[in-house]
């Protein structure tokens, strides 16, 4: 029952090449950043992401990115990543867009064993009628086109069907998990870490704190441990900002200055 491996490499040390990964996070909000580095160190190739975004320039998948580890990605937003752009829109990458609740469901609907459901997201698009670019040539033209999907009629509405993702791996980050994989995420950082855990055929979590059984609430479970083979402890390593912004500070001449306020205070966007 004890999960606990002693570092990131031993724990991604079986991500062979050409595999798929679920990887939670919400831009560099709870990605699993040491996890990611170490797969880096690996070498493993031609990977197929499944994440709500890419990661930025340099950080989160973003490293993988720019070192040609990605092969395919499927993801519902591609912003705030010049490398993602230039790659897609030049033919090196294939990008399978969805949106961003249907991949929600998508993850739980494959950790829960459905293999598919209908949605109205996406009828009457695109995302239904196909189409969408998944793969450019390099000038430009369309190399691979997205399949038209089933649609059908429920009490007079039309619905798409999707089908749930399975992969062979998940990469998630929790602010505390147990020796039995039990995880429990802090605030928004918790964002498709669930979703992402119950995906994986192998899932691999990064905790900030590891605790003993029994030591986690049981309302605070956020993930149970069935759904986690391995768990490493990495601390605080791993916490980005993706935009940091710094206010001016008062001028100490004003009257009141700098009562109730937090002078120089940052704004962060990523916890």
């Known amino acids: 029952m004890d999960k606990v491996v002693a570092t990131a490499a031993e724990a991604v040390a079986d991500i062979g090449h050409g595999a798929s990964l679920a990887v939670g996070g919400f831009g560099l909000c709870g990605i699993p950043h040491v ?9 493993s190739g031609e990977l197929e992401s499944v994440s709500n975004n890419c990661g930025v320039d340099e950080a989160g998948l973003g490293m ?8 395919r990605a499927i993801g519902s937003y591609v912003g705030e990543n010049r490398e993602f752009a230039r790659q897609y829109l030049g033919g090196e990458l294939e990008l399978e867009l969805t949106p961003q609740g249907t991949l ?10 459905i293999p598919a459901f209908y949605t109205p997201a996406g009828v009457g698009t695109m995302i239904a009628e196909g189409g969408l670019p ?39 980050r929790a602010a505390r998990g147990d020796r039995h994989g039990n995880l429990s995420y802090d605030a928004s950082a918790r964002n498709f870490n669930p979703l992402c855990a119950m ?30 083979q391995r768990v490493v402890e990495v601390g605080e390593a791993g916490k980005l900002i993706e935009k940091r912004t710094v206010r001016e500070q008062s001028d100490p001449g004003v009257a009141g200055a700098g009562q109730g306020s937090e002078q120089g205070g940052q704004q962060e966007s990523a916890g």
């Open 35 to 43: 996890l990611i580095q170490a797969l880096l160190e690996l070498g």
């Open 64 to 71: 993988l990115l720019g070192a040609r580890r990605i092969r």
């Open 104 to 113: 929600a469901e998508r993850l739980r609907a494959g950790g829960s064993g």
């Open 134 to 172: 998944w793969r450019y040539n390099s000038d430009g033209s369309i190399a691979v086109a997205s399949p038209p999907k089933e649609t059908r009629e429920f009490n007079g509405q039309l619905y798409v069907l999707e089908e749930g993702i399975v992969t062979d791996f998940a990469l998630v």
């Open 199 to 228: 995906a994986g055929r192998i899932t691999i979590a990064e905790v900030e704190q590891l605790v003993e059984p029994g030591e986690l609430d049981p309302e605070q479970v956020h993930t149970p441990g069935v759904f986690v």
